[in-house]
């Protein structure tokens, strides 16, 4: 269902989220946004993250530098960005300026992967309560999107994160151990996760996101 992008509100995308409901564009650059609401959900469960040996040890020798939320538009910028495998991308310039309200209120977040100076990979999503809503991501180096991922899920454990929603199933999930989940459980899924208090850590907890990525490792 098209919607008018006019009457769109950063609260309006809240509500529509926590009743399971999400917008993309057909183009990015096509003005236009649409509701979706799959018959059919993308997740990614937390205590069952698959983690190979080779990605453990190349996220714990520590390449690049880890952050969250230093730098949100380049990040989202970078998602939107045309890749020789994705040429076209949904995230149009209503989704980024509502995104970047959320990130101002606190409710859209990012992982960053930094090489020095240089933004390298990433992701952004969003979280209410104990869910957290997986956008999009990318690489520019090799592996840096999933070194994003893992400490993603990471965080969102430590922090008692019930619910990692990607939206829609792919091959490249389904390694980490994602899977697709039919509406209805998806709905008690989503509920008993944003009526509960979750926590986004900060750049501090980067230490305990290292034991607890050696745990996940530990524990497959």
Same mark, same amino acid.
Request: include cysteine; glycine fraction near 6%.
């Given at each position: ?41 993308? @997740?990614?469960? !937390? ?5 190979? &040996?080779?990605? #453990?040890? +190349? =996220? ?34 209503? @989704?980024?300026? !509502? ?5 101002? &209120?606190?409710? #859209?977040? +990012? =992982? ?34 999933? @070194? ?8 969102? &454990? ?63």
């Amino acid at each position: 269902m098209s919607v008018n992008n006019e009457e769109i509100t950063a609260d309006i995308l809240l509500e529509a989220y926590r009743q399971g409901v999400f917008p993309m564009a057909d183009d990015k650059d096509d003005p236009r946004l649409y509701w979706y609401r799959p018959e059919e959900r993308g @997740i990614l469960p !937390l205590d069952e993250f698959h983690l190979s &040996r080779r990605l #453990a040890r +190349t =996220v714990l020798a520590n390449p690049y530098e880890v952050k969250v939320d230093t730098d949100f538009l380049a990040v989202i910028d970078a998602c939107a960005h045309p890749t020789p495998q994705r040429e076209q991308t949904w995230i149009n310039q209503p @989704i980024r300026s !509502l995104f970047f309200e959320l990130y101002e &209120r606190g409710h #859209a977040h +990012t =992982v960053e992967v930094w090489d020095k100076d240089h933004l390298v990979g990433g992701l952004y999503g969003l979280s209410i309560g104990q869910a957290f809503f997986g956008e999009s991501m990318f690489s520019r180096k090799t592996d840096t999107s999933k @070194i994003a991922l893992v400490h993603l899920v990471a965080r969102l &454990r430590l922090g008692h994160f019930q619910l990692l929603d990607t939206q829609f199933m792919t091959s490249h999930l389904a390694q980490f151990g994602g899977l697709e989940i039919k509406d209805l459980e998806y709905e008690t899924r989503l509920y008993q996760a944003i009526t509960r208090s979750g926590h986004w850590l900060n750049n501090e907890w980067q230490a305990d996101i290292f034991q607890e990525i050696k745990a996940m490792r530990a524990s497959r």
